[in-house]
C-alpha cells in the first residue's frame, strides 16, 4: 500500500491513525477524504469515475480510478493491507454491497459504510460491515432541531441522547448555577460555557450565565428542546 502514496510531509497529525482508503468521491466522500488530509491523515481515494478522481487528485494523497466490485482490483492497489477503508457509495446498490463484501473477504478491521435506506442499512449489516452510516438521515434529524432557532448546533451521538450548543435558557441567567438542580428538573447535564474571551470552560456550582453566553448541553433531544424554552 505504502507504495501508492506520495511523500507525505508536515507537522504532526491532529487525527493520528494511519492511511485510509476511501471508495467513492461523491459528496460525502470527497468531504470525508479533504477533511481527514486537513488532519494529517493520508488518504488513498477510488472511483469508477475518471472525473471525479481528477478533480480530486489535488487533493488527496493519491486517487485513482478502479472497480472496486473486482476483488483482484483492490488486491492490487494494496487495499488489503489497509486497516481502515469507509466505503462511500451510496446511489449504487450493487457497487456499494459487492465492495463490502469483497472487503469484509479480505479481512479489512474496520468498515464504514454509507447506506441510503433502511433495506440498504440492513442489507451492509448483515454482511458484517463494522460501521453503517446515513448521512443524509443523520443530517435530517440535526436539522429539524437547528429550525427552531433556539439551538446552534446539534448532534445526536447515541439513541435519544444528544448534545446541542445553545444560548442559555431565561431562568438561568444572571443567578449562581446549582447543576444538580438544572439536572434534577430538565434532565439536561450541563457541560460547558462560552465566556466573553471566546474560550470554552467546564461549568462548574457557583458559576452565573449571561444572555450572550453559549452553553454546550447534553441530554435527550425532547429534553434538550423543552429545557431551551
Known amino acids: 500500500m505504502a507504495n501508492m502514496f506520495k511523500a507525505f510531509g508536515g507537522s504532526k497529525p ?100 454509507k447506506a441510503t435506506s433502511e433495506a440498504h442499512e440492513r442489507i451492509l449489516r448483515q454482511i458484517g460491515v463494522h460501521h453503517v452510516i446515513r448521512p443524509e438521515r443523520d443530517t435530517g434529524r440535526r436539522v429539524a432541531h437547528l429550525l427552531g432557532g433556539r439551538f446552534r448546533d446539534f448532534a445526536e451521538i447515541a439513541p435519544d441522547y444528544g448534545i446541542t450548543r445553545l444560548a442559555p ?17 430538565h434532565n439536561v447535564q450541563l457541560i460547558s460555557v462560552r465566556v466573553s474571551d471566546g474560550r470554552w470552560i467546564p461549568l462548574e456550582d457557583g458559576v452565573s450565565l449571561a444572555s450572550t453566553d453559549y452553553i454546550v448541553a447534553a441530554g435527550s433531544p425532547g429534553d434538550l428542546e423543552r429545557f431551551s424554552k
Open 14 to 113: 491532529t487525527i493520528d491513525i494511519p492511511p485510509v482508503v476511501v471508495i467513492g468521491l461523491g459528496r460525502f466522500g470527497a468531504s470525508l477524504a479533504h477533511e481527514l488530509m486537513v488532519h494529517g491523515v493520508e488518504v488513498l481515494g477510488i472511483d469508477t469515475s475518471e472525473k471525479l478522481v481528477r478533480e480530486q487528485a489535488p487533493y488527496l494523497t493519491e486517487a485513482v480510478c478502479a472497480d472496486t466490485t473486482d476483488p483482484e482490483a483492490l488486491r492490487q492497489l494494496g487495499v488489503d493491507d489497509v486497516d481502515r477503508v469507509v466505503l462511500a457509495i451510496g446511489s449504487h446498490l450493487e457497487a456499494s454491497i459487492l465492495t463490502a463484501s469483497n472487503l469484509m473477504e479480505m479481512g479489512t478491521k474496520d468498515i464504514w459504510a
Open 169 to 185: 435558557p431565561a431562568a438561568l441567567v444572571g443567578r449562581p448555577l446549582v447543576l444538580g438542580d438544572v439536572w434534577r428538573t
